[in-house]
């Protein structure tokens, strides 16, 4: 059985459109109709690490890390492979030093973008809290 379904489609060029459920997203090799591959799976990883992090910190008796906000870093190699990805996270809440990393670190065990990736490319992790 099969569980998700994605039509992509090029028509010419570097762009590929792309048919997610009821969602359309355009992605673009040079960067001009739409974000880049790479940028996507930054934009994919992030997207998903952040519902990680509010079920880690449920699970941790936080029920509320208000606002949460990540800036994320990429590092290409000299052919353009991501070779490093950095999340800075930032959480609204005042949370200890000691409980946040404990949620950060449940957090990636919790991703399923950082599950699919090769180890040498999860992403580095800093947090603070009572940040935002």
């Given at each position: 059985?099969?569980?998700?379904?994605?039509?992509s489609?090029?028509e010419?060029?570097?762009?590929?459109?792309?048919?997610v459920?009821d969602?359309q997203?355009?992605v673009d090799?040079?960067d001009?109709?739409?974000?880049?591959?790479?940028?996507?799976?930054?934009?994919?990883?992030?997207?998903?690490?952040?519902?990680a992090?509010?079920?880690?910190?449920?699970?941790r008796?936080?029920d509320?890390?208000?606002r949460?906000?990540?800036?994320v870093e990429?590092?290409?190699?000299?052919?353009?492979?991501?070779?490093?990805?950095?999340?800075?996270?930032?959480?609204e809440?005042?949370?200890?030093?000691?409980?946040l990393?404990?949620?950060?670190?449940r957090?990636t065990e919790?991703?399923?973008v950082h599950?699919?990736?090769?180890?040498?490319?999860?992403?580095e992790?800093t947090s603070?809290?009572?940040a935002?």
């Open positions: 059985m099969t569980d998700l379904e994605v039509t489609v090029s010419a060029g570097y762009v590929t459109k792309s048919r459920g969602f997203l355009t090799a040079t001009e109709a739409g974000p880049n591959p790479n940028g996507v799976l930054l934009a994919d990883y992030a997207s998903c690490y952040v519902p992090l509010r079920v880690a910190a449920k699970q008796g936080h509320d890390l208000g949460v906000e990540i800036d990429g590092d290409l190699d000299e052919d353009d492979d991501l070779e490093a990805i950095r999340f800075h996270v930032r959480v809440a005042a949370i200890e030093d000691d409980d990393a404990e949620i950060t670190e957090g919790i991703c399923h599950s699919a990736l090769r180890e040498g490319l999860h992403a992790i603070e809290g009572d935002v």
